[in-house]
């Protein structure tokens, strides 16, 4: 069955650091998606991806982040100067439409911010 | 007003017995309805999408009730391995891409 796989597992870096995780959505899908998850609380939305362009942010996704889909099979989310709040879990996700589509996720990325 | 409300739980539950969850949804317009279960410190997965008729897969059965906008889940004959947090999603139509999580049900099945 075909997945999302997201690098790296885990990321250390310090405070003020740029950081990219890296993620390759299943093939055939068209929306990508970037959550993360602080440990103990729940899942929420950062952003929404569809032909080459955000669809949709949430107010977390402020100005230091970023995503890019550099080539046919990658998609990214840079975090430009780290905080240590910024230290949680990140799930990339994509499903084939919007809607009705459930979402698949990645096993995620542990960034930790020291 | 939060897009789902579920009771957090824990729910703890002997084997082989049968637990319930219901999620309520606030806004009448959501039309796509789905149940994620998340082990812990793991993504969420799909279990299973809801459908207006109610669905059933192995053991677990949803159901939606539109006019009192909430959906359920039942877990026949529940396994150790049943032990997660349950997430219900409700989307609106012409809502946003991603998808609102709650907080989800910690359901803890005891030997």
């Known amino acids: 069955e075909p997945e999302v796989t997201q690098t790296p597992s885990h990321q250390v870096t310090q405070m003020g650091q740029e950081v990219i995780l890296r993620c390759v959505p299943i093939?055939?899908?068209?929306?990508f998606y970037w959550y993360r998850q602080i440990l103990g609380q729940k899942v929420e939305f950062l952003v929404s991806?569809?032909?080459?362009?955000?669809?949709?942010k949430s107010e977390i996704f402020d100005d230091q982040f970023s995503v890019e889909r550099p080539d046919g099979s990658n998609f990214t989310l840079k975090i430009r100067s780290t905080k240590l709040e910024d230290s949680a879990m990140y799930f990339c996700?994509?499903?084939?439409?919007?809607?009705?589509?459930?979402?698949?996720f990645g096993n995620g990325t542990r960034l930790t911010v020291t | 007003r939060k897009e789902v409300e579920q009771d957090p739980g824990p729910f703890n539950v002997p084997e082989g017995a049968t637990v319930a969850f219901n999620c309520t949804y606030s806004?009448?317009?959501?039309?796509?309805f789905f149940w994620y279960r998340q082990d812990c410190r793991k993504e969420p997965k799909l279990l299973m999408s809801?459908?207006?008729s109610g669905n059933e897969d192995g053991r677990f059965t949803a159901q939606l009730n539109r006019a009192s906008q909430y959906i359920s889940l039942l877990i026949r004959d529940s396994k150790l391995s049943d032990s997660a947090t349950y997430l219900c999603?409700?989307?609106?139509?012409?809502?946003?891409?991603?998808?609102?999580f709650g907080k989800g049900t910690h359901l803890i099945i005891q030997p």
């Open positions: 999603v409700a989307v609106r139509r012409g809502g946003a891409d991603g998808l609102t």
């Open positions: 996700a994509s499903s084939e439409g919007r809607g009705r589509s459930p979402l698949h």
């Open positions: 809801v459908y207006s």
């Open positions: 991806f569809y032909n080459n362009e955000i669809s949709e």
């Open positions: 093939s055939n899908h068209l929306y």
């Open positions: 806004n009448s317009a959501s039309q796509s």
